[in-house]
């Protein structure tokens, strides 16, 4: 009998998680993830064959009382043995999380090739050049990760055995190609304050101020200074990362809120930092400026907007290179997570690529492992492909050169990937041509690299047209 009763109540509550779904409704904003939802027999007029294995996902993403068992799992984990339940999140001391993309940055592996680094140098400098060439400022800013500037405050068994990863690698190579830059993770350092949130993994809002007091003054842009603006702290913020590992939490984060009010007002149709684009203006400043950014842009908005009589705040990318010229934007700033930094060589700006004057006589060879593709003409010509590293030199350019019998261009590219589904080594290239630069005729297309002091040349062209 006790076997029976111990099978019934078995059976039970191997079933609660099933049946529960009936009354059960996971919620999908916990997780900051996407949720599967049940998924539809047929799509797009055709049976659903991956019918079965969205099902699996869906049942795994919503089982009842799952997050109230990731809930329980996290606080277990977190008050024992301080462990994360969650493998993004990292569980440090003092109360402190931290976001473990941020692990190679903090420890130095995986760090991005030599190439790559100066790719990523590059790509700033070619939109710099672009930006001072239509007389705008130019600034180009990198938000540290929390555990970059609080190391205090991680878990001791991380344990780093190298200083240098990519942001100090980058720093050094925007050193040598002049790049307009303010290092706020110095600069935050040698203040002391701790102006990033605990449960979150970005700057609050002194961090924030801190960071636009830096960059206007980098900009020579007059500007109100929060340096001694009296506060008071709240405990109202929500954490990301607390969020993350406890779906099912309530705890908020203390901020710091300035009683200072801000004086901008929103002109997109959009009322939200956190969108992909915002715009501002306000009254009585002047200039106008466009800022490319990310999440850490959120806090920093209001700050900037202040100061600008137009500001355009975009979280798009490829970064659109136009966007200046529409706005009239006298300032251009890009804000980029330290994280992110490799995602300077994930996609070519639109932008139409400089003209060279060079004298290049690159040598052909045969067999050179060199792609080149051209696509459809929009506003302009993109053209993009492979470069053989064996014929480049790790601060090589990329060159592509238009030539018939009367005239020859020839532009430098981006050392970017176009394609999205490229992970780009370092050998990819990218550009947008404007044709208006080009005399009527036919042309050949091809692609010349640079080591040291050669240039070579695969031989292998593109025919290409231009009509009046």
């Not at 405990?235 to 705890?251: A, C, N, R, T, V």
């Not at 466009?290 to 806090?299: E, I, L, Q, T």
């Not at 907007?305 to 706005?327: F, H, L, M």
Request: charged content about 30%; overall charge neutral.
């Amino acid at each position: 009998m006790k076997k029976k009763i111990f099978i019934a109540v078995f059976f039970a509550l191997i079933c609660i998680p099933s049946i529960g779904m009936l009354f059960y409704k996971t919620d999908a904003g916990a997780e900051k993830r996407n949720i599967q939802s049940f998924p539809q027999i047929k799509k797009e007029g055709k049976v659903n064959i991956k019918f079965f294995d969205e099902l699996n996902n869906y049942f795994a993403d919503n089982f009842a009382f799952r997050q109230e068992m990731i809930e329980g799992d996290a606080v277990i984990k977190k008050a024992v043995f301080s462990e994360s339940g969650n493998d993004k999140v990292i569980v440090g001391k003092d109360g402190y999380l931290f976001f473990s993309e941020t692990m190679d940055d903090y420890l130095g592996r995986n760090t991005l090739s030599e190439r790559k680094i100066f790719s990523c140098g590059k790509v700033l400098s070619l939109l710099q050049e672009n930006a001072l060439n239509n007389n705008r400022k130019f600034l180009f800013v990198i938000a540290p990760n929390k555990n970059s500037i609080y190391p205090e405050y991680m878990p001791k068994r991380y344990i780093k055995v190298t200083s240098s990863n990519n942001y100090s690698m980058l720093k050094k190579e925007m050193e040598k190609q002049k790049i307009n830059t303010v290092d706020l993770k110095d600069a935050i350092v040698k203040s002391g304050k701790k102006v990033y949130q605990k449960l979150d993994s970005h700057w609050n809002n002194q961090g924030a101020a801190m960071a636009c007091n830096l960059m206007l003054n980098n900009l020579n842009k007059k500007h109100y200074d929060y340096s001694n603006e009296p506060y008071k702290v709240t405990k109202d913020f929500s954490g990301d990362l607390y969020e993350m590992l406890f779906p099912k939490g309530h705890k908020k984060d203390s901020n710091i809120k300035y009683l200072r009010e801000h004086t901008y007002k929103v002109t997109s149709k959009i009322n939200d930092v956190t969108a992909i684009t915002y715009e501002t203006e306000s009254q009585g400043k002047n200039d106008s400026i466009v800022m490319y950014r990310d999440s850490f842009g959120n806090a920093l908005i209001p700050f900037v907007a202040d100061e600008y009589k137009n500001g355009y705040y975009t979280k798009a990318v490829p970064y659109d290179w136009q966007i200046p010229e529409e706005k009239d934007a006298d300032t251009i700033v890009i804000e980029l997570v330290e994280r992110h930094i490799s995602s300077l060589i994930e996609g070519t700006p639109d932008m139409p690529a400089p003209e060279r004057q060079v004298n290049i006589n690159p040598k052909e060879v045969k067999n050179m492992q060199t792609s080149l593709k051209v696509g459809d003409m929009e506003d302009y010509l993109p053209i993009s492909g492979h470069v053989d590293k064996k014929y480049i030199s790790n601060d090589g350019k990329i060159y592509v050169r238009l030539k018939n019998n009367k005239h020859q261009y020839i532009f430098e590219a981006f050392p970017t990937a176009m394609d999205e589904s490229s992970k780009n080594d370092g050998y990819d290239f990218g550009m947008y041509l404007d044709t208006v630069i080009c005399d009527v005729g036919t042309y050949d297309i091809d692609v010349i690299t640079q080591k040291g002091n050669e240039y070579y040349s695969s031989g292998v062209k593109t025919e290409l047209e231009f009509e009046e």
